[in-house]
């Protein structure tokens, strides 16, 4: 892969990139509120049943069919792609955040001069209302124009989830950056082998119904730190 591309996916995974992640907990300030989620143990099974039910058989899933359907100049298939992952989202907070994110990469994104057409084409799908423009399926169309294989852009989509459910336990837990890193360190044999497994032809599943449940009582808690 060329440096320079490796570098630009890079810059769009570090959390300094302007996709509005840092303001989703994805239930999980709800979750700690309401007592669920306490201690290391209980934030690394909350994260990892996501991983495994959740983003792992669904957004994973769509990211590889956008990849796919991107390699193969098919605008429709990524639009399709697209309402799927929106038909499987429960909660309006999480449909929000993931459009939200999603459409900032689109902006911010820099198409390669060599593989312009299918970023510019989803973009104006997305601005125009036909496709609502979610991250997972930004994510396999950028980066595969960018030239990330399949498998690398699955691992660094769910890695930086990881990142972003540290970085807001940081906030609601009593956990340091020490802690944080040895929770990333242990999610990485989970996410090596769903991007090593993980396949266009697969059906969309989400069973996340704890995850699923404290994302639609975010709305209701008297303060919050995060917007879902």
Same mark, same amino acid.
């Given at each position: ?16 990139? !302007? ?21 290391? @143990? ?29 390699? @193969? ?15 499987? @989202? ?60 399949? !498998? ?18 940081? @906030? ?36 996340? !119904? ?19």
């Amino acid at each position: 892969m060329d440096t320079r591309l490796l570098l630009q996916g890079f810059r769009y995974l570090d959390t300094f990139f !302007p996709s509005g992640g840092f303001a989703f907990s994805s239930g999980l300030e709800a979750a700690v509120q309401e007592g669920h989620v306490r201690t290391i @143990k209980d934030l690394d099974q909350y994260v990892v049943d996501f991983f495994r039910w959740g983003l792992g058989t669904c957004e994973a899933v769509t990211l590889a069919q956008a990849y796919q359907a991107s390699c @193969k100049r098919d605008l429709d298939g990524v639009i399709q792609t697209d309402h799927a992952l929106e038909a499987m @989202k429960l909660c309006q907070e999480t449909r929000a955040a993931s459009r939200q994110m999603g459409r900032s990469l689109l902006h911010h994104a820099i198409p390669p001069h060599n593989n312009q057409g299918i970023i510019e084409e989803f973009s104006a799908a997305v601005y125009s209302g036909r496709s609502p423009g979610h991250l997972a399926v930004t994510f396999g169309v950028v980066f595969q124009a960018i030239g990330w294989d399949q !498998p690398q852009t699955i691992a660094g989509f769910l890695y930086q989830a990881g990142v972003g459910f540290v970085s807001a336990s940081y @906030k609601l837990l009593p956990i340091g950056q020490r802690e944080g890193q040895r929770l990333l360190e242990s999610w990485v044999p989970v996410i090596e082998e769903l991007s090593r497994t993980i396949d266009a032809r697969m059906i969309l599943m989400s069973w996340t !119904p704890v995850q699923d449940i404290y994302s639609m009582r975010h709305s209701q808690l008297t303060s919050r730190l995060f917007r879902s």
